[in-house]
């Protein structure tokens, strides 16, 4: 038994032997042999400048060697490699009467037999039997013609049908890349060619004219079937860069052309196929047209700067751009060039009515919803340039900007998580200046957490986005020797979590630049996490959101100097009041409209210049009588609160002149159907009362009544029968369900 097994073993083993032996004398199991193959052996380009491309499929290194009587009108993005790899082949025109041609050779570097080889023609510019677009154009500049002769055109396909943005049964075609070389070819059915396939024309009997609807020139052949594929490779359609004259001249019609170009900032708000208008940097204007049913109508118009493509043509007696794919003007994202801001400046995120949607002064780029918001922006309508983003490392249900409106006037972008901590989450505000800021200046601005979101924040400017500043904190004295300790800019209260219209905070810095910030130059501001303590006296976790709330404003630090009348008893101009926000920029200010300055009982004595009051606080250059708490209170339950101010006696008698500047408050953060308690505006009458002796009119007080909302009136009232010890304090009456704020300036007595 054991000598049978051992047997067959041996006998199993040579067998195999033998079949091993056997294999390996075969081809087909040796090692991997070298290869070389093309998508492609020949090529044959158009007579114009273009670039066109061929792959190789490898499995070694190889090179590529060109031969032919001139090899100089073709440059290779690349000559060797290793593997697959796609070559492009850059040709410039053949302006010659005859054809030229190159022989690529693909050959493995460890062994030249393993080869390939592609033929590259290029094609004449002139051919007998042949009329180029130029000389068709010219035949029917005088009007409608018909071709007699037996003649052909050629032409590359630079419009998409597919994308379907050119007029209907039509087809742009370009022979060259000069001017009057392009054309619109008009078919009885659409013919669905591909851009970049050149096309034959038998052009006998053809109608060439100019399309009375669209302005446009067109060729009508006999037949559509007079219209067949040539053998020519299929291109990339390069479009072609133009001035806005070249453009304008209508030398480039039905031409891929590109422009340096922005929407207008009144269309910003626009979709595609609202046919926006777009401006050069001269102003110099068209239409960038664009049709419903497109691929892209409905896409929003890009916001930034940048090189529209299209086709150059009219529609509607206008020069229009009809761009062929959403490509086409997706890298309009530059800067704009029509301006940057000027001081000061209001970036707002009112939103455009009392429903969440869309903003009324900035227009947002992404998804106004849930999803990610790196990589978008919330860019103001203005033309300025300026927009907010934000850098968040969260995970999860990061919740990107919406305009959310609180009925108080909180407007607001939402945004969360802010787990990344310091320098890793921010928002980021970037400015493009029209002016230099040469001094001091204020950034202003609306910031809310919720329970679970960083309570301490910092502010860090710069110029170039990468070297960051970051501004003394404001609780410490400027003279403070270096180094000072890190401290918060900024800190929301604890336990003042954001929600039900309330704990909206109002913040304010200032800032003395230590570096340059010049006309066309930027202004980037980011307000970043200082620690990882929470509202709530937690730790920062994922889901925690912060509202960017009502407007963010760069305004140089107030500083004034009214010129005192002469032989005035007293005179107050409030130029030592800078803090605050100024009323009169609307409704851009959606909640901050509400944002004082600090309250008379904390005014230094320059600032008083002996008046005294209640509910009186600073606004920049003015001061406001009156007042309602809307930081940390909900729009229901607001408070009015009458002020007073008194003026120190006059230390005259006799007949007193007494005049001052007024204007009544509105809310003008609010929408119609919000429901807010102030909705209406506040009193447009105040009372003047005669204090210490003397009358106005007869009687001791005087209502005066008609005050505007949006800016100052004068108001001149005699006063009989001072005394050394009249005064006059400015107040209003309160009525039931009445709101009574108002300003005050430039309180002037004379005897």
């Not at 158009?46 to 090179?63: I, M």
């Not at 037996?150 to 049908?161: N, P, Q, W, Y």
């Not at 989450?425 to 601005?445: C, M």
Request: hydrophobic content about 35%.
């Amino acid at each position: 038994m054991e000598n049978r097994l051992s047997n067959s073993f041996f006998r199993t083993a040579a067998a195999l032997a033998l079949l091993l032996s056997a294999g390996a004398c075969k081809d087909d199991v040796a090692l991997p042999m070298q290869s070389i193959t093309l998508d492609t052996h020949a090529i044959l380009a158009p007579s114009f400048g273009t670039t066109l491309s061929f792959e190789v499929r490898a499995n070694c290194d190889w090179q590529i060697s060109v031969t032919g009587d001139d090899t100089s009108w073709a440059q290779l993005s690349r000559s060797e490699a290793t593997g697959t790899a796609t070559v492009a082949v850059t040709i410039g025109e053949n302006a010659t009467s005859a054809s030229r041609s190159l022989t690529l050779r693909v050959a493995a570097r460890r062994n030249a037999a393993v080869a390939e080889e592609l033929n590259f023609v290029q094609a004449s510019a002139t051919s007998d039997g042949y009329l180029s677009v130029s000389d068709l154009r010219a035949l029917a500049a005088d009007g409608d013609y018909t071709v007699t002769q037996e003649v052909k055109l050629r032409g590359i396909v630079v419009s998409s049908v597919q994308d379907n943005n050119y007029f209907d049964n039509c087809l742009a075609l370009q022979s060259d890349l000069k001017p009057r070389c392009g054309i619109t070819l008009r078919t009885d059915e659409t013919l669905y060619r591909n851009p970049g396939e050149e096309l034959e024309i038998d052009l006998k009997g053809a109608v060439v004219g100019v399309n009375a609807e669209t302005g446009v020139m067109e060729l009508k052949p006999v037949s559509d079937d007079r219209v067949v594929r040539s053998e020519t490779t299929q291109v990339t359609p390069a479009a072609l860069p133009v001035t806005y004259a070249q453009f304008a001249s209508g030398d480039y019609e039905s031409m891929y052309v590109s422009l340096d170009a922005q929407v207008v900032v009144s269309d910003l708000n626009k979709v595609l196929s609202d046919n926006v208008t777009v401006q050069t940097a001269d102003d110099e204007r068209f239409t960038l047209y664009a049709r419903q049913n497109s691929t892209f109508g409905i896409d929003a118009v890009p916001v930034g700067s940048g090189r529209p493509r299209g086709i150059a043509g009219g529609y509607d007696g206008n020069s229009v751009v009809m761009p062929c794919t959403a490509a086409d003007f997706a890298a309009m994202n530059a800067p704009r060039f029509d301006g940057g801001i000027t001081l000061p400046y209001v970036l707002s995120v009112m939103t455009r009515t009392a429903a969440n949607g869309d903003g009324k002064y900035i227009y947002y780029s992404g998804s106004n919803g849930t999803g990610s918001i790196d990589g978008v922006s919330a860019t103001a309508m203005d033309g300025t340039g300026a927009n907010i983003t934000a850098k968040l490392s969260s995970s999860g249900n990061n919740l990107g900007f919406r305009y959310w409106n609180e009925n108080s006037g909180h407007h607001n972008l939402p945004m969360k998580s802010w787990t990344g901590g310091k320098d890793k989450d921010y928002a980021l505000f970037t400015f493009p200046l029209d002016e230099t800021i040469d001094g001091p200046f204020r950034f202003s601005f609306g910031w809310s957490a919720s329970g679970t979101a960083p309570a301490n924040w910092t502010l860090s400017y710069s110029n170039d986005n990468a070297v960051w500043y970051t501004p003394a904190p404001a609780c410490r004295p400027s003279w403070y020797p270096p180094p000072r300790p890190e401290e918060p800019h900024f800190v929301i209260p604890q336990g003042k979590a954001v929600g039900g219209g309330k704990n909206f905070f109002y913040w304010t810095i200032d800032i003395a630049p230590q570096i340059p910030l010049e006309r066309r130059g930027t202004l980037y501001i980011r307000v970043t996490p200082f620690n990882q303590v929470t509202v709530n006296a937690g730790t920062v976790a994922n889901g925690g959101e912060i509202r960017l709330h009502s407007c963010a404003v760069v305004e140089k630090v107030p500083a004034f100097s009214t010129e005192k009348p002469a032989g005035v008893l007293y005179f107050e101009p409030f130029d030592n009041l800078t803090t605050g926000l100024d009323y009169r920029h609307g409704d851009k200010l959606a909640a901050m409209l509400h944002f004082c300055g600090s309250d008379i009982s904390v005014w230094d004595a320059a600032a008083k210049n002996g008046l005294s009051g209640t509910h009186v606080r600073q606004r920049p250059g003015y001061a406001q009588i009156g007042f309602v708490e809307t930081q940390t209170v909900a729009q229901g339950s607001y408070t009015n609160n009458v002020g007073s101010l008194l003026t120190p006696a006059f230390g005259a008698s006799g007949t007193l002149t007494l005049s001052f500047d007024a204007m009544a408050y509105k809310n003008t953060s609010v929408h119609a159907n919000s429901g807010a308690k102030d909705l209406k505006g506040d009193l447009k009458s105040v009372v003047v009362e005669v204090i210490g002796g003397g009358t106005i009119d007869g009687a001791s007080k005087k209502v005066v009544s008609g005050l505007y909302y949006t800016k100052f009136k004068r108001f001149t009232l005699t006063i009989d029968g001072a005394t050394a010890s009249t005064a006059v304090r400015f107040t209003s009456e309160p009525a039931s369900g009445e709101f009574s704020r108002w300003f005050i300036d430039n309180i002037c007595v004379t005897k």
